[in-house]
């Protein structure tokens, strides 16, 4: 239940899935981050980038919400209707 509350930053190469989430919120955090919203097929159906602390954000048909340091959904040319691949860490290809 707490998520990102609570930490001073978001280390590179990490994320955090919250599954289910149509939406997510940045009450009391420290730092902006990226929110990649996906449906259940895992097609993104909206980014928002740098969501500042005390904001909220939302994605109609999204069913989990993938939250990355900010910047890195620019950083690895993330668009709408692309597809994601999720796997567990360490998994191999």
Do not use: C, N, Q, Y
Not at 2 to 14: D, I, K, N, Y
Not at 36 to 49: E, L, Q, R
């Amino acid at each position: 239940m707490r998520g990102l509350l609570g930490r001073s930053s978001f280390p590179a190469g990490e994320g955090l899935l919250l599954r289910p989430a149509a939406s997510v919120h940045t009450a009391f955090m420290r730092f902006p981050i990226d929110v990649v919203f996906i449906d259940k097929s895992h097609t993104i159906v909206k980014i928002v980038h740098s969501l500042g602390p005390w904001k909220t954000a939302g994605a109609r048909g999204s069913s989990a919400a993938l939250e990355l340091p900010a910047g890195t959904a620019a950083a690895l040319e993330l668009e709408s209707g692309m597809s994601l691949v999720l796997a567990a860490d360490g998994a191999s290809e």
